[in-house]
């Protein structure tokens, strides 16, 4: 099987450990993406993975064969660079040749493979074109393109959206993941784009300091995320986060009580930090929902949603809500609603989940 | 009827000479806003256009005794015009015609060999991976540079010093006779050519190592995942990424084409070897300075610079029209 399995790596530079023992199965056809903050490892996990770096301890294996020590041409992998790395003195189809020239494969093949790419990429008419003469979405088609044609075991993106706007990322983000399902192929993808990893992903690697937070499909990370990193991490906007102290009917926070179901009994007097997902805020009392006072600064109006940013004590806290059409309502705001079965409690001191969204 | 059409047209609507009148002062305004905004700029760089008046543009006055019969005690302005009577006489002058044929021979032969140079070392360096001896090779090929000309020529004439120098010594151990080197024409050019690379090769490996260093290393990243090697990423990737710069250096080199390396050749040649070192500079310098005849040196600087201004002119337009890169 075509997968990938990284086992215990670690990456060194001198003194200074920048993966400290990553463990991943990417299974055959999988897409997976590692996601995290700027430093915490994922580019490096996917350059060991391609063998642009080596790995200073730990085990990587595709296709069930260790390859270590392997060079990156002979690991049958393909890869898409953050800013394409298109040969600027080459045009589209010798760009998209560049790796088949290498492996001297047969013109005719190499023309065929191009032209075949070239369509389901909508690049035909671009062949001819430098990759100065191409606008960003078609320089990161040819990105892509270029590591198609060779039929690698295993794709490797690279942040290969961020250096495009909005509308095209969104665009070129459904591409991709049409190709994949067309293609088939088992495919790493990094990004810092939480949006991108829950929209693309199988299953989503959360990394951080150059640890693995958490692995899962999209839904299982952001109904059940296993720490307060990953809650706050998944989610647009994030997971708004409140200290406080667990009592018998949910948890004390700022001096209100508010009620959660299934909080953990025998546990009362533990401290704990409260999520309340932006979305699950209501503006109006429910029969299980506790009310709380809210200092409200901002309204930023969506369209069909708002963004309300304020504070609870000392606490910033955004809630996302309907407008209905209208906003003006919104700005007088001073109470929320949390309801009881939404609430995730983590540990205050390890950041670890006690419990997640009650289903 | 008439008087009514005129009285029709609008009074708003100005004459040309007043639009054109409106525009320079538009112009004008902006000039000083422009001056009063930026002046800083101008203060920076009016050493520089003080530089180029006085030691580039105002020698230009001098230019017009190629076209007189110039006597210092009669001055620039009191000297008679003769006009292209010293021309005449240079292209009639069998030293003036084989010293126009040394240079294009000698300079030819340094942009075959002595432009490459460079560059080749450049890619070399490019591919050493040990940094001290990157580093240390480096400083080895760039300190030559920094020698005056007097000691290169000074350690090329003990290197080939028939007698003592460590050629001839070579030459010896393999039961040769010492040959005379520097008074050999066939041997001038090797030893002028093979001199120049010594000494600015090295340097000179400056600009297509800054070059090198701009290449986005993602390119050479993604043709190692594609299979190549070092080799193939230095023609396939190296070489096309640089050649803007390599082409711009070409294009000033070519424009350089007639000042062969004036210096070296004084220090390097003697009437023995006149027959292939004898450049248009050294003809120059001792027509004007040591025969004291400076119209016609005069005479032939002028053509060495129109020549090389007709060549720089070229190169840049096919450079343009080919690969758009270009001086300007």
């Known amino acids: ?18 993966v400290h023992g990553v463990d991943l199965t990417v299974e055959e056809k999988e897409f997976v993406v590692l996601v995290g903050p700027s430093g915490c490892g994922k580019s490096t996990t996917l350059r060991m993975i391609a063998g642009l770096e080596e790995i200073s301890d730990g085990e990587i294996a595709i296709d069930g064969r260790v390859v270590n020590r392997i060079a990156p041409k002979d690991r049958d992998v393909a890869m898409v660079f953050q800013n394409y790395a298109l040969y600027p003195h080459l045009n589209v189809a010798e760009n998209m040749a560049f790796g088949l020239r290498i492996r001297r494969m047969p013109k005719d093949e190499v023309k065929k493979q191009i032209t075949e790419v070239a369509e389901i990429l909508g690049l035909t008419e671009y062949l001819e074109r430098r990759p100065a003469d191409l606008s960003g979405g078609q320089r990161q088609r040819v990105a892509m393109g270029r590591a198609i044609v060779r039929h690698p075991k295993v794709f490797l ?10 509308k095209l990322r969104t665009q070129m983000r459904a591409e991709i993941r049409r190709l994949h399902n067309r293609l088939g192929v088992t495919s790493v993808y990094v990004t810092h784009d939480q949006v991108e990893a829950m929209t693309l992903a199988d299953r ?36 708004n986060q409140i200290q406080g102290t667990l009592t018998d009917q949910g948890a004390q926070i700022g001096g209100h009580e508010l009620r959660i179901l299934g909080a953990a009994s025998g546990q009362t007097g533990r401290d704990v930090v409260v999520g309340i997902r932006p979305e699950h805020i209501s503006l109006e009392a429910g029969p299980e929902t506790s009310p709380l006072p809210i200092a409200l600064d901002l309204v930023e109006p969506l369209g069909s949603e708002a963004l309300l940013h304020g504070s609870f004590g000392d606490t910033p806290m955004v809630l996302k809500v309907d407008t209905h059409g209208d906003v003006a309502h919104l700005s007088g705001v001073s109470e929320i609603h949390v309801p009881a079965d939404l609430v995730y409690l983590f540990d205050a001191e390890t950041g670890g989940a006690i419990r997640g969204q009650a289903n | 009827m008439s008087d009514e ?9 100005k004459s040309n000479v007043e639009v054109r009148h409106d525009r320079r002062n538009e112009r004008l305004t902006w000039l000083i806003d422009h001056f009063k905004r930026e002046w800083q700029i101008y203060v920076m760089l009016a050493p520089a256009i003080i530089w180029f ?20 005690f009669r001055g620039i302005d009191g000297s008679p015009w003769v006009g292209w009577e010293h021309f005449g006489t240079l292209f009639g002058s069998d030293q003036f015609v084989r010293a126009v044929w040394n240079t294009i021979k000698i300079s030819a032969l340094n942009l075959l060999f002595g432009f490459p140079a460079p560059i080749i070392l450049a890619l070399m360096f490019n591919e050493i991976l040990n940094a001290t001896f990157k580093k240390t090779a480096q400083t080895i090929v760039y300190l030559p540079h920094f020698i005056s000309s007097v000691i290169i020529a000074g350690i090329v004439i003990t290197a080939f010093s028939p007698s003592a120098g460590i050629v001839n010594t070579i030459i010896g151990w393999f039961g040769f006779e010492p040959i005379y080197f520097l008074t050999k024409p066939e041997w001038f050019r090797p030893i002028f050519i093979g001199t120049g690379i010594w000494q600015e090769a ?35 990737i190296t070489i096309p990424s640089i050649m803007p710069t390599i082409l711009i250096m070409l294009i000033i080199r070519i424009g350089n084409i007639m000042e062969v390396s004036f210096e070296l050749i004084i220090l390097l040649y003697q009437p023995a070897t006149y027959a292939t070192a004898d450049v248009v500079n050294t003809f120059i310098y001792r027509q004007g300075i040591q025969g004291g005849q400076y119209d016609i040196a005069a005479a032939a600087g002028l053509f060495n610079a129109v020549v090389a201004f007709v060549l720089v002119m070229t190169a840049n337009s096919i450079s343009k029209r080919f690969s758009r890169t270009s001086l300007w």
């Open chain 2, 202 to 236: 090295g340097f000179g490996s400056i600009v297509f190592l800054a070059a090198i260093a701009g290449v986005n290393p993602s390119l050479y990243e993604s043709a190692v995942v594609d299979g190549a090697n070092r080799w193939q990423m230095m023609w396939k």
């Open chain 1, 157 to 166: 993106f690279d942040e290969p959206l961020s250096n495009l706007d909005a």
């Open chain 2, 53 to 72: 008046l006085l030691f580039l543009y105002k020698p230009m006055y001098g230019l017009q005794i190629a076209f007189k019969d110039y006597s210092i």
């Open chain 1, 1 to 18: 099987m075509s997968g990938v399995s990284i086992e215990s790596v670690f990456k060194r530079y001198g003194a200074v450990q920048v």
């Open chain 2, 5 to 13: 059409h005129t009285a029709s047209i609008p009074k708003t609507e």
């Open chain 1, 204 to 239: 989503i690697v959360v990394m951080n300091d150059g640890n693995i937070e958490q692995v899962g499909t999209p839904m299982e990370l952001f109904n059940n995320p296993v720490n307060t990193f990953v809650a706050g991490f998944l989610g647009s906007p994030p997971m």
